[in-house]
């Protein structure tokens, strides 16, 4: 019998803390601006003890205000809600486990439900995610949502996590092969030094 999950509703309060386990920060992953956003919110309301708990329900409104889209711009939102979420479920995180030489892809959500009439949306995120999201103790990294809201490129959102990951040392230096792995850049873009 399958267990069926409470559905959390889930609003921006502005003080939100994302926490993950380093291997998720340095995984690999193809994401969009809004979906590096909507991931980290989403992240930021996980009850850190509570595996159980990955299901969510969030409003239009809080959408736009989680992916830091204007009051002009909030009917396309409603667009938007959906086309995240959809592209979310065939995107994958490819998560490098080099003490047991795995790699492990998994996909963000896996479930999506749309109440299209209510302006809303509920997204599970993978169970999968669990051992990187859930009950950490060491090897995570830990920032306030509002550092990252603001910023316009995705490339800013990853190469901050990458580094605050390394805060406490104080400098990170990266071949910029490993570079372009994480930030799932292709060789035949981002080709010269100013890029």
Same mark, same amino acid.
């Given at each position: #019998?399958i267990k069926?999950?409470?559905?959390?509703?889930?609003? =921006?309060?502005?003080? $939100? +803390? =994302? +926490?993950?386990?380093?291997?998720?920060?340095?995984?690999? /992953?193809?994401?969009?601006?809004?979906?590096?956003?909507?991931?980290?919110?989403?992240?930021?309301?996980?009850?850190?003890?509570?595996? $159980?708990?990955? #299901?969510?329900?969030?409003? +239009?409104?809080?959408?736009? *205000?989680? =992916?830091?889209?204007?009051? !002009? !711009?909030?009917?396309?939102?409603?667009?938007?809600?959906?086309? +995240?979420i959809k592209?979310? #479920?065939?995107?994958?995180? !490819?998560? =490098?486990?080099?003490?047991?030489?795995?790699?492990?892809?998994?996909?963000?959500?896996?479930?999506?439900?749309?109440?299209?009439?209510?302006?809303?949306a509920d997204?599970?995120?993978?169970?999968?995610?669990?051992?990187?999201?859930?009950?950490?103790? *060491? $090897?995570?990294? /830990?920032?306030?949502?509002?550092?990252?809201?603001?910023?316009? !490129?995705?490339?800013?959102?990853?190469?901050? $996590?990458?580094?605050?990951?390394?805060? #406490?040392?104080?400098? /990170?230096?990266?071949?910029?092969?490993?570079? /372009?792995?994480?930030?799932?850049?292709?060789?035949?873009?981002?080709?010269?030094?100013?890029?």
């Amino acid at each position: #019998m399958i267990k069926k999950q409470t559905t959390k509703e889930v609003k =921006v309060i502005g003080n $939100e +803390v =994302v +926490v993950q386990n380093n291997r998720l920060i340095d995984a690999s /992953r193809t994401l969009t601006l809004q979906q590096q956003k909507l991931f980290s919110f989403f992240v930021s309301k996980l009850n850190p003890n509570n595996p $159980e708990e990955t #299901m969510f329900r969030i409003s +239009v409104n809080e959408f736009a *205000k989680a =992916v830091g889209i204007k009051d !002009s !711009s909030i009917n396309n939102a409603y667009r938007d809600l959906r086309k +995240v979420i959809k592209r979310f #479920m065939t995107t994958v995180v !490819s998560i =490098v486990n080099t003490t047991e030489a795995t790699i492990t892809d998994v996909p963000i959500i896996t479930y999506a439900k749309y109440w299209t009439q209510h302006g809303c949306a509920d997204v599970r995120l993978a169970p999968e995610l669990a051992p990187y999201l859930f009950n950490l103790q *060491k $090897e995570f990294t /830990r920032y306030k949502l509002s550092q990252i809201i603001n910023l316009s !490129s995705l490339y800013a959102i990853r190469l901050y $996590e990458l580094l605050k990951k390394n805060e #406490m040392i104080g400098r /990170r230096t990266f071949l910029l092969e490993d570079l /372009r792995k994480k930030l799932r850049i292709s060789d035949n873009k981002l080709k010269t030094f100013k890029d």
